[in-house]
T-cell receptor, first 113, second 117 residues
Framework: SQKIEQNSEALNIQEGKTATLTCNYT??????LQWYRQDPGRGPVFLLLIRENEKEKRKERLKVTFDTTLKQSLFHITASQPADSATYLCALRGSSNTGKLIFGQGTTLQVKP | GAVVSQHPSWVICKSGTSVKIECRSL??????MFWYRQFPKQSLMLMAT?????????EQGVEKDKFLINHASLTLSTLTVTSAHPEDSSFYICSASGLAGVRDTQYFGPGTRLTVL
């Protein structure tokens, strides 16, 4: 069955450092991979989308890589700030027109001042 | 752009009553809306997919007669939890995707916390 794995352990880093979060998947060939941020008691907020034919995408301090051979995506936040503390969700979408997303369980990032 | 709202943000009800949750896309036309449920410390679980003007498609294990979904317009979808029980207590989140510019991405509402006593 399709499986998405994100590190369930919280990631604690110091302010100013680069945070790197990992998303691995099996038994799936996604057309798109998306990253969302979720704060406690709130809905997810869309951050970045990367397509299967793209290796890397950047947006301000955020960078996403997508390796379809390794079946892995890395999500980087450079110059991290305490305000970046949240849970980050990886989501995969196939090429069908249903638009359905499959979510990982998320990794909680804690940036300490 | 791509703002999705939900109402109410929280609701407490007695067991056996029905609760309606609204999901609106405020600045784009949502051809497809999705309803998710999230239990504490767990990821989002898709309940159903609805396209404007047609019946919703429910995920395996989700009772369509218990979770009624209506997507009557390009900006509004509703989820009604009928005869709610304590085990239905959860965080319900909708998302929407639409026409050009927002086609590939789902934009989420802020969620509705349902507590059934």
């Amino acid at each position: 069955s399709q499986k998405i794995e994100q590190n369930s352990e919280a990631l604690n880093i110091q302010e100013g450092k680069t945070a790197t979060l990992t998303c691995n998947y099996t038994n799936y060939s996604p057309a798109y991979l998306q990253w969302y941020r979720q704060d406690p008691g709130r809905g997810p907020v869309f951050l970045l989308l990367i397509r299967e034919n793209e290796k890397e995408k950047r947006k301000e301090r955020l960078k996403v890589t997508f390796d379809t051979t390794l079946k892995q995506s890395l999500f980087h936040i450079t110059a991290s700030q305490p305000a970046d503390s949240a849970t980050y969700l990886c989501a995969l979408r196939g090429s069908s027109n249903t638009g359905k997303l499959i979510f990982g369980q998320g990794t909680t990032l804690q940036v300490k001042p | 752009g791509a703002v999705v709202s939900q109402h109410p943000s929280w609701v407490i009800c007695k067991s056996g009553t029905s609760v309606k949750i609204e999901c609106r896309s405020l600045d784009f036309q949502a051809t497809t809306m999705f309803w998710y449920r999230q239990f504490p410390k767990q990821s989002l679980m898709l309940m159903a997919t609805s396209n404007e003007g047609s019946k919703a498609t429910y995920e395996q294990g989700v009772e369509k007669d218990k979770f009624l979904i209506n997507h009557a317009s390009l900006t509004l979808s509703t989820l009604t939890v009928t005869s709610a029980h304590p085990e239905d207590s959860s965080f319900y989140i909708c998302s929407a995707s639409g026409l050009a510019g927002v086609r590939d991405t789902q934009y989420f509402g802020p969620g509705t916390r349902l507590t059934v006593l």
